[in-house]
Antibody, heavy 119, light 107 residues
Framework: QVQLQESGPGLVKPSQTLSLTCTVSGVSITSGGNFWSWIRQHPGRGLEWIGYIYYSGNTYYNPSLKSRVSISLDTSTNRFSLKLTSVTAADTAVYYCAKFDYSRWFGPWGQGTQVTVSS | EIVMTQSPITLSVSPGERATLSCRASQSVNSNLAWYQQRPGQAPRLLIY???TRATAIPASFSGSGSGTEFTLTISSLQSEDFAVYYCQQYNDWPRTFGQGTKVEIK
């Protein structure tokens, strides 16, 4: 059974870098064909796809965030990570990691982690 | 990017009744559409992909239909655990985009 769990600081200051990690269990993140993704949900609002990383390390980002986002793999710990630079209050959201089947649909998801951008 | 619009925003339904949720795409997404359920305080859960294929362990009370730009999620007989927010998501084009959600509440 594949499970994901996000971790990282819940509070980030404006202009700094948001860094989150997703720990995956039940499958190797480098298993062939697996995509992994980050999605966020602004308070009381819908879902926004941030980007994905393929098991090979290839990435693709939402153009709306592309200049500030990077996603990486840590194969030694079976984790993947998100970095979002130059954050503002508009980046306050619940951040989810998810398995991204065939780069099409998302599931399962982690439980989510709240990140607030504030001084 | 493809804009997904869901309606209604809120749907009030009595337990045991049928719920019908709509999702419209700003351009054709063929059958490349998924539905998710999000219960309060929980992460979204995949319900349907390919517009009409139920994901693993999803009960038959959930069904999806449609293609092109118009899609429907039907819950045949609402149980207490079905009162939640439902999102559609297209995967026909990049970036992947979601609808704004439909909240199904108890009438």
């Amino acid at each position: 059974q594949v499970q994901l769990q996000e971790s990282g600081p819940g509070l980030v200051k404006p202009s700094q870098t948001l860094s989150l990690t997703c720990t995956v269990s039940g499958v190797s993140i480098t298993s062939g064909g697996n995509f992994w993704s980050w999605i966020r949900q602004h308070p009381g609002r819908g879902l926004e796809w941030i980007g994905y990383i393929y098991y090979s390390g290839n990435t693709y980002y939402n153009p709306s965030l592309k200049s500030r986002v990077s996603i990486s793999l840590d194969t030694s710990t079976n984790r993947f990570s998100l970095k979002l630079t130059s954050v503002t209050a508009a980046d306050t959201a619940v951040y989810y990691c998810a398995k991204f089947d065939y780069s099409r649909w998302f599931g399962p998801w982690g439980q989510g982690t709240q990140v607030t951008v504030s001084s | 990017e493809i804009v997904m619009t869901q309606s209604p925003i809120t749907l009030s339904v009595s337990p045991g009744e049928r719920a019908t949720l709509s999702c419209r795409a700003s351009q054709s997404v063929n059958s490349n559409l998924a539905w998710y359920q999000q219960r309060p305080g929980q992460a979204p859960r995949l319900l349907i992909y390919g517009a009409s294929t139920r994901a693993t362990a999803i009960p038959a009370s959930f069904s999806g239909s449609g293609s092109g730009t118009e899609f429907t999620l039907t819950i045949s007989s609402l149980q207490s655990e079905d009162f939640a927010v439902y999102y559609c998501q297209q995967y026909n084009d990049w970036p992947r985009t979601f609808g704004q959600g439909t909240k199904v509440e108890i009438k």
